[in-house]
Structures are given as structure tokens and as C-alpha cells.
């Protein structure tokens, strides 16, 4: 561990550019996967376990089309297109019926929902390991000490355009302003003739094509499997507790934070704690909280 | 007709119970067959190298009964596999087991697929007194129980990666300055092949410069990569299941890593060559078994001899998976053990088993007092520029450092 922090910061500081940056590209689609857990759980007050899984679902079919000869732009569309329907079926089917209920039927719910995309994606591609390669160029700089590929600057610009769009859209549409509403207050919002079904529903399906835009990045800039959905669904929620619900600066900054953290961890505990140190990160957060929060309970009489 | 069915059902009770009778008698040796049995995996997680077992088992048979079969005492036999399908899981194949040699009657017994579903099996074939002679187990930790009965003719699985070590050092004018990177994942298998590693490390008291550990769910190795490049050591080896592999690859291709000798385990598997044929130029794979390989028996012929008749046999295959060899090779060392002990007591055979000595198309087979085989080493393997995996026997034919272009 000394030796890695002595190969940081003095033999060869030069690596902290290539960590910061994966630590970018990482947190970019880290903070996609994870406003949308934010929103789900902001407006529905759902706590989607299965969103790790509709990242690796958008994988897949990112797979496919690949497979088709798709371009990717392209398949950018058609996923989260396919994942938005997909997410709209399964609030009907779904969703719709735990929403009034409390916490741990939303949890069990999906819970089953991800059990069941894990095994089907399972069934269809079979346990191997898969990756898209878009066989893009790679830039080096540094003496190659740094490399660059062009797979993960392109997956930061989809990020970006996603994100910008879904700001613009909650802010400025009517649609995203009756989204804001809801979750402000549900009641007052119907008894304004917002049809809230609908609005859950949208919120729901946008939730599911933001996982499978950051399924499309996750599968060009690294590997799937059927399993890995999980430490996607961990890293969503540590974002989300850290930054808050419904705050998409808060969960941009959240998740290129947990990222370098992830990457730091790494080199310096090593890689085997990566996955760790988000969960660290919720630990930490819960317990300040709980601190601050003690502090301004007061007991009413 | 009410009398009627009674009478059927009364018949058919007789019958079945007279077949169940006549069952029990289906005993090691049946007439003039001798009955071997197996739990073997043909479905769940295990079922497609399940399959490549069974079918080099069944080749084996099939070439055995074909050329004269098992003469014991002056008297041919044939041979016969009673299988059961343990659906991947420890506890039934134990119960299987456990139902061939107390129902079924078997007292030779052919090993199951992996080392997990051989742990699960080997003590209940140890408790009966039953020798087992498996093909598919390779954990270092199934020859440190004391089992009496088990024999496998693989090599174990701290020996995979340690040729490569091997190599390295014969590479080097002084091994003691060969400065290694190790990557390797936490599970039982990994952690066998990296102890096989440090052993070597340690004998030529070379450096160990990065020893990370991989997570389970492994898709992103990026900061160990960093590492590799900052400390550019000589040796760079991984071992993580084919999901390792496939990651590796990716990310060395990705980072444009440059190490002198990259050796991984599972590149077949995660087909590497196939997925980034740049990057997998130069790595050092290991295998249980090659079709090239220079070894001969009476029975099979060469390497390349078996290779073809069991293609021949199962047209499905385009290049024959080292599974299926091994299993041809333990049905041989059975038939090689009963015409030795010229007997049919199972310790007059174990004690037989325990005494083999023999080359086969698979390679030599000799087991230590644990019962691993001794005689035959790993082989390894390199991808060069066209994807084709060459076969290094000696460090002469390595090519060190390996020469890639990003």
C-alpha cells in the first residue's frame, strides 16, 4: 500500500492523469444510471433494485445490434427507445401495484424483477462474458504512459447529451414540470388535473432508458454479463444517498466523485476493493447524516 | 375386468420386482462386461463440458470393446458406463454416488466434471473403498484429504501457470532481477494456480512487484493495468475464469500495455484470439493437452490419431476440447489397471491404478502417493499474429519479449 502511494505521488505521478481520467469516464456513466434511480425514487418513492440490471439489459441489446452492424448512434436510439417501452410495460404489469405500498414491497418487487432479468438474459446469451468493440482508435500520450481510447471520450459525450437533455426537459416541458410537481406533492398535483398515473409511468420508462443508455456505455467501454448488474445497482444507490434525491448537479458531481474514489481505492489498496469503496462511501454518508440529523431532533411534548 | 386389472397390476409388481432383483445383480462385472460408473453433469451450469467428458469417456469405450476389449485372466470383456446426470449440483452428485456403488453395485468409478462436483463425490467414494479414477478435477486441494481411491490423470491446478515462470527464468541471464506482476482472483481455482506461481517465484528468488487481488465480478481491471505500466515489470500474470481473461484482454489492448511475457489462464474459453486479435498476440496459455503433442499409445495412437477418430466420431467438432481427451485417458488407465491386477478386486485393481505406468496419446501418466498424475506437465501455448495458438515446449520456442504493435 506504501509502495503504491510512494508510486503515485513520486515515481511516477504521471499515472494520476490516466486514473482522474477513468475516474471521468467511469463517473459519467455511473451519474447516468444513477439519476435515474434518483428519479424513480424521488417521484415514485421506489427503490429500484433491479436498475443495475436494466443497465446490463441496455448492454445486451446493444450486443445484438452490434452484432446487426448498427451504428452506434443508432443503437444509442434504438436501446433507449426499447428500454423506455420496456419500462413502460413493466410499470403496468408492475409497478403500478406496489406504488402505494410501503418500503419492502417495492424492494421484494424488484428484487424478483432483477432475479428475472438476470435469468433470462442468462438464457438468451448464455454466462460468457461479452463486449462490444467498436474498434475505434486509441490516443497516447506521455510516452503511452496515458491512453486514451476514443470509445470512452465518445461514451463521455453521450453521457453529457443525455444529461443536458434530461435537465432541459425537466425544466422547460410540461411533462417534466408535472414530473417535478408530483413528486413535490402528489395530491395537490391531481387535484390540478395532472393525471399522475401517467406521470409515474413516464417517470418509470425514462428511469429504464437512462440504465439502458448507460448499458449501451458500460458494454463499448468494458464487458457484460448476465450477473454484473448487481455492482451497478450498489454504485446508483451510493450516488443517490450521497447526493441526494432529485438533484441532477448533486448526482453529476456524486458520481464523478465515487468514481476517482473507486479509482484511487484501487490503485492504491487494490482492485479487489474497487467495488468496495462505494459501499464505504454510503456507510460514511449514512452515519454524518444520522450525526447532523441527531443534532436537530428535538422531542415535541 | 375389475379381476382383470388386478391381476395386470399383481404382474406387473412381480416383473418389475424381479427387474429391480436382477438390478442389484448388475454388479461390476456383468457377464463378460465390465460395468465402470460416473456422475456426470448433462445439464445445468457444467452441461457443455459435461457433454465433452462423456463423450470422450464413451470414444474411449467404443475404441476399447472395438480392439479386443479388457483381457482379464485369459477372458475378454467389454466395457459399459452407467451414468447419472448430477445437474451440476455437489449434493446430488454425492447422492448419485452414492446410489451407483450401494444400488447399482459399481465398484469402478470414472470422476464427474470440475473439481467442485470431484470434492463432493471422492469422500463417498473413499468411504465404500471404491477406486475413482477422474479426468476433470484439477484443484490442488482434492490430493491434500489423504484420499486412498481417487486418481486423476490431469495435471493440478497450481501447475498451470508456473511453466510460464519457468520460461521467463531460462529467458533471463539472472532470474533473481525478473521482476513479476501477478493479478489473480480470490476464488479456490485462481488462488491454486497463483500458489503454483509463488512457489516458482520464490525457487528463483525473483521480484514480485504488484500482487493485486481481482473481484469476483470483474469488469474493470484498468488500475492494475496502470500499475503495469508504471513499474513495467518483465512477467505480467493473470488468472480469473474466462471473464478475467476476456477483461484482461480488452483493457491490455485498450491501454496499450507492453510486458515482455503476458501468461493467462482461459484464453481459449473467453476466445481472446477471436476478440482482440492485436493485443492477444504473444500471451502464453496454458492446456491440460494438445493434438500436436508427440506422445503415443497401442491403443489410440498419437495425439493427432485420437484427435481425428474423435472427430470422426462426433462430427460436431471443429477442434476438440482437452476435456474429452482426458476422459478418454482415465478410461484407458482402467482398462490398463484390470489386465495388470488380472483381477477383478477392486483393490487388486486400486493397487494396480496406483502402480500405473504408461505414456498415452494424452501424455504420461504417473500418480503420486495423493493420487495427482506427476508424469505429465502443462503445456503452454502462444497466440501469435494470426490468432493460431503454437505450442512452446521449451523456452527456445517462445518468443521473448513478445513483439506487439498497437
Known amino acids: 500500500m506504501l509502495s503504491n502511494l510512494e508510486l503515485l505521488f513520486y515515481w511516477a505521478p504521471i499515472i494520476n492523469v490516466q486514473i482522474i481520467l477513468e475516474g471521468i469516464f467511469v463517473g459519467a456513466v455511473f451519474a447516468l444510471s444513477a439519476y435515474g434511480l434518483a428519479l424513480v425514487w424521488g417521484v415514485m418513492n421506489i427503490k429500484n433494485l433491479a436498475q443495475g440490471d436494466f443497465v446490463i439489459m441496455g448492454g445486451y441489446m446493444a450486443f445484438s445490434l452490434h452484432a446487426m452492424h448498427v451504428p452506434l448512434p443508432l443503437i444509442m436510439i434504438a436501446v433507449m427507445v426499447g428500454m423506455f417501452m420496456f419500462g413502460w410495460v413493466i410499470y403496468i404489469i408492475m409497478i403500478r401495484r406496489i406504488i402505494d405500498q410501503d418500503m419492502f414491497v417495492s424492494l421484494l418487487a424488484t428484487f424478483g424483477l432483477s432475479l428475472l432479468v438476470q435469468q433470462v438474459m442468462n438464457i438468451i446469451y448464455g454466462p460468457e462474458v461479452q463486449t462490444v468493440d467498436m474498434e475505434l482508435p486509441i490516443y497516447d500520450a506521455f510516452d503511452n504512459m496515458v491512453t486514451i481510447p476514443s470509445s470512452k471520450i465518445l461514451s463521455l459525450f453521450f453521457a453529457a447529451v443525455i444529461a443536458a437533455g434530461v435537465i432541459i426537459f425537466m425544466k422547460k416541458s410540461r411533462l417534466g414540470q408535472a414530473i417535478r410537481a408530483t413528486s413535490q406533492d402528489p395530491r395537490a398535483a391531481r387535484v390540478l388535473g395532472i393525471n399522475t398515473d401517467r406521470v409515474y409511468a413516464f417517470t418509470f420508462a425514462i428511469n429504464a432508458a437512462l440504465c439502458g443508455a448507460a448499458g449501451v456505455l458500460v458494454s463499448i467501454i468494458w464487458v457484460i454479463q448476465p450477473f454484473y448488474g448487481i455492482t451497478y445497482s450498489v454504485r446508483s444507490f451510493a450516488i443517490v444517498t450521497a447526493a441526494g434525491l432529485g438533484n441532477l448537479p448533486g448526482v453529476i458531481t456524486a458520481g464523478f466523485g465515487i468514481g476517482l474514489f473507486e479509482k484511487y481505492v484501487g490503485v492504491i489498496v487494490g482492485t479487489a476493493y474497487e467495488v468496495a469503496a462505494p459501499v464505504s462511501i454510503l456507510l460514511i454518508v449514512l452515519i454524518i447524516r444520522q450525526i447532523s440529523m441527531k443534532r436537530n431532533r428535538q422531542v415535541v411534548k | ?406
Not at chain 2, 492494475?224 to 489492448?253: E, Y
Not at chain 2, 482415465?330 to 485393481?349: G, L, T
Not at chain 2, 502462444?382 to 498497437?406: C, F, H, M, W
Request: net charge negative; charged share 20%.
Open chain 2, 1 to 406: 375386468m375389475k379381476q382383470f386389472s388386478m391381476k395386470a397390476i399383481t404382474a406387473v409388481a412381480a416383473v418389475s420386482t424381479t427387474l429391480a432383483l436382477g438390478g442389484n445383480a448388475l454388479a461390476k462385472v456383468e457377464g463378460d462386461t465390465i460395468i465402470l460408473g460416473s456422475s456426470i453433469s448433462l445439464t445445468g451450469k457444467y452441461a457443455t463440458n459435461g457433454l465433452h467428458t462423456q463423450r470422450g469417456y464413451d470414444y474411449a469405450v467404443k475404441m476399447i470393446n472395438d480392439n479386443g476389449g479388457v483381457t482379464v485372466d485369459g477372458k475378454s470383456y467389454q466395457l459399459a458406463v452407467k451414468y447419472y446426470d448430477d445437474e451440476s449440483t455437489p449434493a446430488r452428485g454425492a447422492q448419485l454416488a452414492e446410489r451407483l456403488i450401494q444400488q447399482d453395485g459399481v465398484e469402478y468409478m470414472l470422476g464427474p466434471y470440475s473439481s467442485g462436483m470431484t470434492k463432493a463425490i471422492a469422500p463417498v467414494s473413499e468411504k465404500f473403498g471404491v477406486p475413482m479414477v477422474e479426468a476433470e478435477g484439477a484443484s490442488r486441494s482434492l490430493f491434500t484429504q489423504g484420499y486412498k481411491y481417487l486418481f486423476a490423470v490431469l495435471s493440478t491446478s497450481e501447475q498451470y501457470l508456473a511453466t510460464a515462470i519457468d520460461m521467463a527464468a531460462a529467458k533471463s541471464d539472472d532470474p533473481s532481477k525478473v521482476r513479476v506482476a501477478m493479478a489473480f482472483e480470490g476464488d479456490p481455482f485462481s488462488m491454486d494456480v497463483r500458489a503454483g506461481v509463488v512457489d516458482k517465484i520464490e525457487q528463483y528468488g525473483m521480484q514480485v512487484v504488484i500482487d493485486d487481488q481481482l473481484p469476483a465480478d470483474l469488469s474493470d481491471m484498468s488500475t492494475t493495468l496502470t500499475k503495469v505500466k508504471a513499474l513495467r515489470p518483465d512477467i505480467l500474470v493473470i488468472s480469473g475464469h474466462s471473464k478475467g481473461a476476456a477483461t484482461a484482454a480488452r483493457q491490455i489492448d485498450e491501454m496499450k500495455v507492453n510486458v515482455n511475457m503476458i501468461a493467462m489462464t482461459h484464453c481459449e474459453a473467453a476466445k481472446v484470439q477471436e476478440k482482440f486479435p492485436k493485443a492477444s498476440d504473444g500471451f502464453l496459455c496454458p492446456t491440460q493437452w494438445v493434438e500436436s503433442l508427440s506422445k503415443s499409445d497401442p491403443m489410440f495412437g498419437s495425439a493427432s490419431e485420437w484427435n481425428t477418430g474423435f472427430k470422426a466420431a462426433y462430427p460436431s467438432y471443429t477442434s476438440v476440447p482437452y476435456q474429452s481427451a482426458q476422459a478418454s485417458a482415465a478410461v484407458y488407465v482402467w482398462k490398463e489397471a484390470f489386465e495388470a491386477a488380472n483381477s477383478f478386486d477392486k483393490d487388486a485393481v486400486r493397487d494396480a491404478i496406483a502402480a500405473t505406468e504408461m505414456e498415452t496419446f494424452y501424455g504420461d501418466i504417473k500418480f503420486s502417493e495423493n493420487g495427482n498424475n506427476i508424469a505429465k506437465p502443462m503445456f503452454m501455448r502462444q497466440i501469435d499474429a494470426s490468432g493460431t495458438y503454437n505450442l512452446v515446449e521449451t523456452a527456445d520456442q517462445l518468443t521473448y519479449p513478445r513483439n506487439v504493435k498497437y
